[in-house]
T-cell receptor, first 112, second 115 residues
Framework: AQTVTQSQPEMSVQEAETVTLSCTYD???????LFWYKQPPSRQMILVIRQEAYKQQNATENRFSVNFQKAAKSFSLKISDSQLGDAAMYFC?????????FGTGTSLTVIP | DAGVIQSPRHEVTEMGQEVTLRCKPI?????LFWYRQTMMRGLELLIYFNNNVPIDDSGMPEDRFSAKMPNASFSTLKIQPSEPRDSAVYFC?????????????FGPGTRLTVT
């Protein structure tokens, strides 16, 4: 069975600094997709970034980037120049053929 | 596009009452998911549909929970009878076809409180 593990329940970062959130997953498949979702206090789940497993190049979206290590089954999220609005719960997710698996989340605090 | 629409946004009910949560997926999406989120258990997948057909309902906690998708634009999650331990935020999400790379789009959630 596919599982997604986020080993950091809580993280904090100073405003304008960089933080990396960790995610590992377990799968025997070679073709799948990975996502990071953000859930601010409003509870709305917002897609931050996605990565196709067949692509070697790491995805980037403005200040957000991932470090995708397929062999290690690792998918970390780097947030550069952290802003107060980045404070939220972050979920890592795995998708194959429409079935989604979510990690338990990392709560990110941004310190002014 | 209005995104995934859920109603009501908040629901407070007494134990034993029937609760119905509603969801309208994004037009054109043919997969729909119901999740429950609590502090203790995190985000749990309850059931998902593809082309209005339930594909996996193994996450449905017990027979008190039921879900339907009578057409491509509407789904309900019903709890009957409700219990205090059902208090949670319930999310509906939709995405494109199974086997594609479409990400899930979430609704705003329904906060259910059972007293």
């Amino acid at each position: 069975a596919q599982t997604v593990t986020q080993s950091q329940p809580e993280m904090s970062v100073q405003e304008a600094e960089t933080v990396t959130l960790s995610c590992t997953y377990d799968t025997s498949e070679s073709d799948y997709y990975l996502f990071w979702y953000k859930q601010p206090p409003s509870r709305q789940m917002i897609l931050v970034i996605r990565q196709e497993a067949y692509k070697q190049q790491n995805a980037t979206e403005n200040r957000f980037s991932v470090n995708f290590q397929k062999a290690a089954k690792s998918f970390s999220l780097k947030i550069s120049d952290s802003q107060l609005g980045d404070a939220a719960m972050y979920f890592c997710a795995y998708n194959r053929r429409g079935q989604f698996y979510f990690g338990t989340g990392t709560s990110l605090t941004v310190i002014p | 596009d209005a995104g995934v629409i859920q109603s009501p946004r908040h629901e407070v009910t007494e134990m034993g009452q029937e609760v119905t949560l509603r969801c309208k997926p994004i037009s054109g999406h043919n997969s729909l998911f119901w999740y429950r989120q609590t502090m203790m258990r995190g985000l749990e997948l309850l059931i998902y549909f593809n082309n209005n057909v339930p594909i996996d309902d193994s996450g449905m906690p017990e027979d008190r929970f039921s879900a339907k998708m009578p057409n491509a634009s509407f789904s309900t999650l019903k709890i009957q009878p409700s219990e205090p331990r059902d208090s949670a935020v319930y999310f509906c999400a939709s995405s494109g076809n199974l086997g594609t790379i479409y990400e899930q789009y979430f609704g705003p959630g329904t906060r259910l409180t059972v007293t």
